[in-house]
């Protein structure tokens, strides 16, 4: 009589499913997490496993719902669809460890714990390829198969204490066909060399003019973030340096790839921009072009992929 037992298929497909799951998690384990790795390796194989535990968690919670789902059709969809998002989640963060491993051997491979002195630090940020004057606005458009976004950068007259270094509050707003999708403000300060250091931020998104979630915030300090560098002080060809540090949500970095450049966009011709490869581990593979012209700062992005361009239209 056990062959017609209504719940015995849902078990069975269980069974099948924790079978499965550690094999492909252990596909994922290698040898590459050494005694001997740098500290910066040991923190990617950190990650690495953080990953396979939350993508295993998210798992065994599907198969939970799936087992309570009466239609057998759809209890296997059910099943076949968690057990995809688990091998897509896990060559995802197969493909970030690999990116995180590369960026190790750029950056030396050392630990990222920047020494913050608020005492190493000036009031306002003049470094000639970032400077942020405020009051001013700097306005950006970008046109994709979404519709045309309208980007607006404004330096604020406020500042936030953030490790006890006093930085500029920038005010970044993207609306796309006129409704707003984004608001976020980013903390900047510059050091007595004229690094400018990125300390965080609050990035608001918004979706039918909600706020859907904060995703991307951080702010050094907390939960383990750091600061990072966007705009060295005297740039050359080569420097790869972190543009922010906290773990699994705001890993971005940049290479100096070309000075002197001249690029053309909507506010006019600019010479001498600093061109740099901004990237992240968190998303392998997506890259940004970006320029940035002395006197003005960041003139354009582009994405080398899709060669959408994000152009300064207009200062004021």
């Given amino acids: 009589m056990l062959t017609h037992d209504p719940f015995r298929w849902p078990l069975a497909l269980c069974a099948a499913a924790f079978l499965c799951a550690p094999s492909v998690v252990a596909a994922q ?17 950190a990650l690495r496993t953080a990953s396979q535990h939350e993508a295993q968690d998210d ?28 091998s897509a989640a896990m060559d995802l963060l197969a493909e970030q460890f690999e990116a995180r491993d590369d960026l190790c051997e750029l950056l030396g491979g050392g630990r990222y714990d920047p020494r913050i002195d ?11 390829f970032f400077p942020l004057v405020p009051g001013q606005t700097k306005v950006f458009e970008k046109v994709s198969d ?8 404004t ?4 500042t936030k204490l953030i490790l006890g270094v006093e930085c500029l509050v920038v005010q970044d707003t993207v609306s796309l066909e006129g409704e707003l999708i984004e608001d976020t403000e980013d903390y900047f300060a510059q050091d007595r060399s004229g690094n400018v250091w990125y300390f965080g931020e609050l990035a608001m ?35 790869v340096y972190r ?10 970095a940049a290479r100096v790839t070309a000075l002197g450049r001249t690029v053309s966009v909507p506010f006019g011709t600019l010479k001498g921009c600093v061109e740099t490869l901004d990237f992240s581990p968190l998303e392998p593979g997506h890259l940004e072009r970006k320029f940035f012209a002395p006197g003005v700062g960041l003139v354009l992005e582009i994405n080398p992929e899709t060669g959408e361009r994000s152009e300064l239209i207009a200062v004021f």
């Fill in 29 to 45: 384990d290698d040898d590459d997490c050494e005694e001997d790795a740098t500290p910066c390796e040991k923190t990617a194989c």
């Fill in 59 to 86: 798992f065994w919670i599907g198969v939970a719902n799936c087992i309570n789902v009466s239609s057998r059709r759809e209890a296997v969809a059910c099943f076949r669809e968690n057990a995809q998002a688990l």
């Fill in 118 to 128: 608020p005492r190493d630090f000036v009031k306002g940020v003049t470094n000639p």
């Fill in 146 to 153: 979404e519709g045309t976004e309208r980007i607006e950068v």
């Fill in 155 to 158: 330096t604020t007259h406020d």
């Fill in 205 to 239: 998104n918004f979706e039918d003019g909600e706020l859907t979630d904060l995703d991307g915030s951080w702010r050094a300090g907390v939960d383990g973030a750091r600061p990072g560098i966007v705009m060295k002080a005297a740039p050359a060809v080569g420097n």
């Fill in 243 to 252: 543009q922010e540090f906290l773990v699994n949500e705001a890993e971005d």
